[in-house]
């Protein structure tokens, strides 16, 4: 937020958050004030399976593993899916899954005939364990198409 007051010169109040740890700061910057950019690389992996609680995920070009703890990881990850792996100074800072993915529903309790026309919603078990609202018409088996960026339901499949 930037604050200019009546006297002085003017600054920017932020609130940071620290990727590693998760952890939330709060910090003022003088107006004008310059710092240094981080550099941060992103590479395209392909989930592969679960070590213990880390995700293992392997560059489909070298074919080098990488082992990702499960605070960067994204709820919606499945095994065989393309991520985008965000790295700075070798440590693994994120994990970007395609935006909107494909999943299957394991586990939803079933529409009742006659509530589907009010426009009802129910939660969803999809295929990775995440929970999705879902309209009353889905059933289990069904293929739904899910924005993996805020996690809501967006049509069948």
Known sequence: MHVQPGRGSAFVRTKLKNLLTGNTNEKTFRS?????????TKDT???TYMDGDDYMFMNMETFEELRVPPLAV??????GMDC????????VIGCEVPNPYTFEVVQ???GLKGNTASGGDKPATIETGAVVTVP??????????VNTEDGTYKSRA
Do not use: C, H, R
Request: glycine share 10%; no cysteine.
């Open 108 to 110: 939803t309790d079933p």
């Open 136 to 145: 009353l018409f889905v059933n289990i088996g069904d293929s739904i198409i």
């Open 84 to 91: 985008g792996i965000v790295q700075w100074n070798g440590k």
């Open 74 to 79: 994204s709820k919606f990850v499945k095994e």
């Open 45 to 47: 992996m392909q989930y």
């Open 32 to 40: 004008g004030e310059k710092f240094e950019l981080a550099e941060v």
